[in-house]
């Protein structure tokens, strides 16, 4: 059996989990910002609309 602690904890954790997981809803494309040492990195990665 789980306490009721327990339970309003994993609603808490799975809610707080759902602001990280957001998306680029609708686009297809991949953004990504990151370092490469000393530079500033900005890809966008568009996969084509059909695979021929």
């Not at 059996?1 to 994993?10: N, Q, Y």
């Not at 609603?11 to 500033?40: C, I, K, N």
Request: glycine share 4%; proline share 12%.
């Amino acid at each position: 059996m789980t306490s009721p602690a327990r339970l309003l904890l994993t609603l808490l954790t799975a809610l707080a989990m759902q602001a990280l997981a957001l998306a680029h809803v609708g686009s297809p494309d991949v953004f990504l910002e990151a370092s490469a040492g000393p530079y500033r990195l900005l890809v966008t990665v568009r996969p084509p609309l059909a695979i021929p």
